[in-house]
């Protein structure tokens, strides 16, 4: 076998593994607690009610007094234990972010970039580590799974969706984030603008798409902030653009 062909395998540090499982908790806690809502609110469709929008934090307490009376009994046990799941996830948020403001400061470089927060700054620094792991930052977006895939036979080279290689905790906290810098909450910037220029373009999963693409551009825009240290700047190359233009 040639060894040349093979890479190194990096164990994350037996400290990082600690702490990133408080963000694994979190999202087991945060799955537990959707599976509850969503049951509430189906037993309460069936009966021909509906429950209004409520955020997930305020479910149980907003929820409480609308629920039929008929339904109050068998669903005050799961009320109560999303309660008590939403005290939980609140405690770990704090876990978070004490983790990321007295343990990894690293994580600031990260947070300069909107809807980006202590959560995914802190599950993006403990999930890569080690910076020197990657020659170039473009190259965390494969890692991470959140490259298309490619198939190609002739002059046939369909488009394929990603790889879902690699973490896919971070994956998704990274989607989530791209949501955001394309949702209407979000500030103006270079990422945005371009983002939103790709699910103009129109066809099949265009939106969907530029979600994915906003995400893998952002992977590897942590990347650059935490080597370079570089104060971030939503507009970098916009003028150089325009002066081209």
């Known amino acids: ?49 509906r429950l209004p929008a409520s955020t997930t934090a305020a479910f149980a307490t907003k929820i409480a007094p609308l629920i039929p009376a008929t339904l109050k009994s068998a669903l005050a046990p799961l009320l109560k234990s999303i309660q008590h799941l939403s005290e939980q996830i609140h405690r770990c948020d704090q876990q978070v972010e004490e983790l990321a403001e007295k343990k990894y400061p690293e994580t600031k470089l990260l947070r300069q970039v909107k809807g980006v927060g202590p959560l995914i700054s802190l599950a993006y620094v403990l999930t890569l580590e080690n910076l020197a792991r990657f020659q170039k930052s473009r190259m965390v977006g494969s890692y991470l799974g959140l490259q298309p895939k490619q198939s190609q036979s002739g002059d046939s080279a369909p488009q394929l969706g990603i790889s879902k290689a690699g973490n896919s905790l971070l994956r998704r906290l990274l989607v989530q984030a791209a949501q955001y810098i394309l949702g209407p909450l979000a500030s103006d910037s270079r990422l945005r603008r371009w983002g939103l220029e790709l699910a103009r373009r129109g066809g099949k999963n265009s939106k969907k798409r530029a979600v994915i693409a906003v995400a893998r551009k952002l992977a590897v825009l942590l990347h650059k902030l935490w080597v370079t240290g570089e104060v971030y700047d939503p507009f970098y190359g916009m003028e150089q653009l325009q002066i081209v233009a």
């Open 1 to 49: 076998m040639d060894i040349s062909l093979l890479a190194p395998v990096q164990h994350r540090s037996a400290q990082a593994q600690t702490d990133l499982l408080v963000i694994r908790g979190r999202d087991a806690l945060v799955a537990a607690r959707t599976q509850l809502i969503n049951t509430v609110r189906g037993v309460v469709k069936s009966t021909g009610a």
